[in-house]
């Protein structure tokens, strides 16, 4: 079965930093290409941040500067280190697994950017 699990979202001030992590089981996770999507409100889901199974990475325009995503292949992990982090940052963060026709989701992970 498998299973992407997020971790780290939460409450943070304007400016301040958060760590998300997914854990994946039951894939070959060095395998897959992993993404961080975001949901806000009211809003259409859109992609945050991609890193491929070789380790290249991108990021919307809008994050640019800003997160940082990575993944530990030996911990089945996958990372998004959010910076600088802005009201508008404030969504559902999901992870995302994708190799050719397979994919996957996790459940989600609140992060709200609020003083």
């Known amino acids: 079965q498998v299973q992407l699990v997020e971790s780290g979202g939460g409450l943070v001030q304007p400016g301040g930093s958060l760590r998300l992590s997914c854990a994946a089981s039951?894939?070959?996770?060095?395998?897959?290409?992993m993404r961080w999507y975001r949901q806000a409100p009211g809003k259409q889901r859109e992609l945050v941040a991609s890193i491929t199974s070789g380790g290249n990475t991108n990021y919307a325009d809008s994050v640019k500067g800003r997160f940082t995503i990575s993944r530990d292949n030996a911990k089945n992990t996958v990372y998004l280190q959010m910076n600088s982090l802005k009201p508008e940052d404030t969504a559902v963060y999901y992870c995302?697994?994708?190799?050719?026709?397979?994919?996957?989701w996790g459940q989600g992970t609140q992060v709200t950017v609020s003083s």
């Open positions: 995302h697994a994708i190799l050719a026709s397979w994919d996957y």
């Open positions: 039951g894939i070959i996770f060095s395998a897959y290409n």
